[in-house]
């Protein structure tokens, strides 16, 4: 009856550091096996467990400047004289294949993709409260008061650019916010631009012409009288 | 940390005669409590059990005239001389009152409330073929076959209208149709433009001026120092 675009759906999650990208993520991909993750590329240097391809490709900085000015990065930035950023031709494998893509990334790179590609699905994910978001940035114990204080100012210069967004969802409690992000993936599904076409094959075609014909008025409307 | 706006959603389902819009409907009132679905108003007279209130309000053909004149439906149609349609007043007033509300009605009256009210979700349900939705019409049993033709002929025009709306559900089965539409609800909640307010309440910003003050940075960060 409709045919839908074959490609997949570019889902780009952003949120402040503490919001909980990462572990909502995690939950939509555990219920929806058609998602794939993908992969940042980064030139900072692998730490002691990280294993090239998991979480990220590490190349030297002077590959990633090269993959730069080849135009082959969707997005990228530098964080702390790093690079990090998404190979465009990795993300449309996956959505030509028909997956869905999600990119878990910072703002700044989503509103790169937004220039590029207006019609992804741009999703903001906040914390319940700034004093919410405060103990969970403290309570990671892996970085230091000075480090915390600048990620908390971050987030309440992040959270004004969320009206660039399409969609926010609040993460109070990790399964709701999945459910909400799942939710939005279905029905963006869903949406009328995603129609490629809507077609009355033959078969049905023919019915119809039997149907308003009149010299058939009286005979049974069997599919037998359709062959 | 954000507030939503207070007034409800108003969704607008409409799909050819045999789409399965009313079954649709119900199925997805029993898993949300929050929805309220419109009554309509007619100027036909009521069957055999039908009850005042329950299908429909019914009235006198002069009343829905007044109702036209004085500017008070929302949407109306003529079928077989006879109105059909939808008061401002009691959509609104369940909206205003934070329920969601569904109007299940024919595409003409949906493309009046488009032009009225073009935030409302527009939602378009299919059947799973022109044949399915043949086996349907004569299924009912109710209805002459020049009848049958004709809601058969309406279908073929009606489908062509769907570019109009935001959303297109093909009805294959109930329940998945239903769960469809549920997440379209859900997934509207979470857009943007439904965020009235972002706030960073008292509290909050106290923290964040307690963060960045230097002269406090040695100190532990608890809620006591905030009062």
Redesign the interface.
Known sequence: ??KTKKQGLLIVLSGPSGSGKNTVCDEVKKGNKNIWESISMTSRKPRNSEVNGEAYYFVSKEEFEKNIKDGKMLEYAEFAGNYYGTLTDSVFKHLNNGEDVILVIEIQGALQIKKKIPQAIF??L??????EL?RRL?GRKTES?DK??ER??TA?KE?NE??K??????NDEVKAAA??L???I???R???DR?EE?F??N??EK??EK??DKNL?NKP?EMNNLK
């Open positions: 009856m409709i999703v903001f906040l914390p319940p409260s700034m004093q405060k403290i008061k915390v204080m908390f100012e309440y959270i969320l009206s967004y399409n969609y926010v969802i609040v459910s909400k799942m939710a939005i279905k029905a963006e869903c949406r009328v129609i809507v009355l094959d078969l049905e019915i119809h149907l308003v008025e409307l």
